[in-house]
């Protein structure tokens, strides 16, 4: 394996002596999907959280293209998080703005683009991912599946290197499941970021990703290519996937 874009080295993490993460190592390579399952409440939005820099870890390292992330300076560290979008599984709109407001923001705020080219970007964005007709509603006022596009725009405005994406499709139809990690897929495809995503939808994650992680017991107990996860011998995993365990 070539260097991994992301590693996590024998990271730890405990709340109150609940050990959350218990020795995980994860490495994620550039340009790939890889997604990670396991049951409710075993640490997966811990482990995004750690790699987004929200969380420190206990004792561990986390590697970006070999730094360690603790080694690097404010503005080596700056420049990683600068790198990386992370979709939250509620969404995060802000209600008070409007979707146009929403997806403009992480370029708003920061004040470093000029205005005519953030209206640029956000417009392309909204032309490609088809909710240009919502830019002046409010979160309030849109379904599950075009918040879920507003969120996926206001993820991808930076045009970042990394997306995490922590149960993209939670709260949806079996039909709008489909069509949203089909338009993950899609842009990922198109514009080739590396995309972490935690997931319950089983099996249908399997097939937009090309790396699968098991978090199990604060320890990532499977990890390989997803089309070999069926024939795993690890009898948590093969009790996971077929649903016996979930
Ligand atoms: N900030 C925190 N303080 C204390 N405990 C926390 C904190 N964040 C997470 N935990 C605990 O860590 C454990 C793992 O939580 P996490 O949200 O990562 O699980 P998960 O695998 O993403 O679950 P789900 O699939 O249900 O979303 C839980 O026991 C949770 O209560």
Known sequence: MDQPFIELIDIHKSFSGNNVLDGVNLAIEKGLVTCV??????GKSVLLKH????MQPDSGQIC???MPTNQMDKAQRHQFHRQISYMFQDNALFDFLTVWENIALPLTEKREMPMDQIRQRVKEKMQMLEISNHENKYPAQLSGGIKKRVALARALITEPDAVLFDEPTSGLDPVRRTS???MISTYQKEFGFTAVIVSHGIPEIFAISQRVAMLDQGKIIYFGKSEGIFQ?????VKA???GKDA
Not at 37 to 42: E, T
Not at 51 to 54: A, E, N, R, T
Not at 232 to 236: F, K
């Open 37 to 42: 399952i396991g049951k409710s409440g075993c």
């Open 51 to 54: 790699i987004i820099g929200l």
């Open 64 to 66: 970006v293209d070999g």
């Open 180 to 182: 949203v990690h089909a």
């Open 232 to 236: 795993t011998d690890n009898e948590i």
């Open 240 to 242: 996971f996937i077929s």
